[in-house]
Nanobody, 121 residues
Framework: QVQLVDSGGGLVQAGGSLRFPCVASGRPFSTHAMVWFRQALGKEREFVSARSSSGRNTYYVDSVVGRFAISRDNAKDTVYLQMNNLKPEDTAVYYC??????????????WGQGTQVTVSS
């Protein structure tokens, strides 16, 4: 089991930034790919970003390329999502997840509780 606690969401104006951590516990953090999803009200859940267990490979949905950055600190069992130049369409609940490997990043086994991000125009 991997337990994930994500936090740091909030209300921000368009063009602003947020950075939130997700802290993992349980099975070794360093062996899992870490993945962020989001779900806006009334919409399907969407893949946002992923970073492989080694940290060497990163992936982003096209809509956040150049604005979001995923990073991980294996020594602290923590993954971060840095979000810059936020837009109202980024408003969603963001979920930190863990997948056994990067090949299964779209179907992660473990989920955090989610944190709300609201971007006002």
């Amino acid at each position: 089991q991997v337990q994930l606690v994500d936090s740091g969401g909030g209300l921000v104006q368009a063009g602003g930034s947020l950075r939130f951590p997700c802290v993992a516990s349980g099975r070794p953090f360093s062996t899992h790919a870490m993945v962020w999803f989001r779900q806006a009200l009334g919409k399907e859940r969407e893949f946002v970003s992923a970073r492989s267990s080694s940290g060497r490979n990163t992936y982003y949905v096209d809509s956040v390329v150049g604005r979001f950055a995923i990073s991980r600190d294996n020594a602290k069992d923590t993954v971060y999502l840095q979000m810059n130049n936020l837009k109202p369409e980024d408003t969603a609940v963001y979920y930190c997840t863990a997948a056994s490997n990067i090949a299964t990043m779209k179907t992660p086994e473990y989920w955090g509780q989610g944190t709300q991000v609201t971007v006002s125009s």
